[in-house]
């Protein structure tokens, strides 16, 4: 069964420290995976992909994830957080070859402490 | 990137009324879209796939008549809350796709019905 696993419902940091959001899965074939940010109210907006290119993926806002096979993990980090970066961030994984359906993670709450 | 449409933003309706949410792909084609749910402070969870020119495909559990999912043509799919009722006002996001270039998300909707 495929699946995506976020550790951590909340995450706070100060700002300017580095964000850490961290987003495991599970798949018994090669995967597409996703970090996708949403503001309240909003919809989701992509901040990076990654789609069995480079392993190091950089995004928009300072972002980037590392695609980690062995330890079949797509971690998103930002080395110094600013305070437009509150909000809830989703990881999600696809498969090409299953209807482009998407499967996402329950979601992690990013609080930025001035 | 790719732009997805969603309109309203918000709508608040009476309890046996229907409700027209309408999902459209600015500049691009899409085949399929997908309709979300998400309760707050929770992930989204898909409803239904929706595909141009043939019934849409539901979740397990989404009552197909009484979410009726149209996607007439390539640019828009829309979504009409039958007989709406107090439980199922929650946040409803629409997605398309691009290839393998992630889902692009519509800004969502909020719905609640009185």
């Known amino acids: 069964a495929q699946s995506v696993t976020q550790l951590g419902s909340h995450v706070s940091v100060s700002e300017g420290a580095l964000v850490l959001l961290r987003c495991n899965y599970s798949?018994?074939?090669?995967?597409?995976l996703f970090w996708y940010v949403q503001y309240p109210n909003q919809g989701l907006q992509l901040l990076l992909k990654y789609t069995s290119a480079a392993t190091l993926v950089k995004g928009i806002n300072g972002f980037e994830a590392e695609f980690k096979k062995s330890e079949t993990s797509f971690h998103l980090t930002k080395p110094s957080a600013h305070m437009s970066d509150a909000a809830e961030y989703f990881c999600?994984?696809?498969?090409?070859?299953?209807?482009?359906?998407?499967?996402f993670g329950t979601g992690t709450s990013l609080t930025v402490i001035p | 990137g790719a732009v997805v449409s969603q309109h309203p933003s918000w709508v608040i309706c009476k309890s046996g009324t229907s409700v027209k949410i309408e999902c459209r792909s600015l500049d691009f084609q899409a085949t399929t879209m997908f309709w979300y749910r998400q309760f707050p402070k929770q992930s989204l969870m898909l409803m239904a796939t929706s595909n141009e020119g043939s019934k849409a495909t539901y979740e397990q559990g989404v009552e197909k008549d009484k979410f009726l999912i149209n996607h007439a043509s390539l640019t828009l799919s829309t979504l009409t809350v039958t007989s709406a009722h107090p439980e199922d006002s929650s946040f409803y996001i629409c997605?398309?796709?691009?290839?393998?270039?992630?889902?692009?998300f519509g800004q969502g909707t909020r719905l609640t019905v009185v």
């Open positions: 997605s398309a796709r691009t290839g393998t270039s992630g889902a692009f």
């Open positions: 798949s018994s074939v090669p995967p597409y």
């Open positions: 999600a994984v696809s498969f090409p070859n299953t209807g482009n359906q998407f499967y």
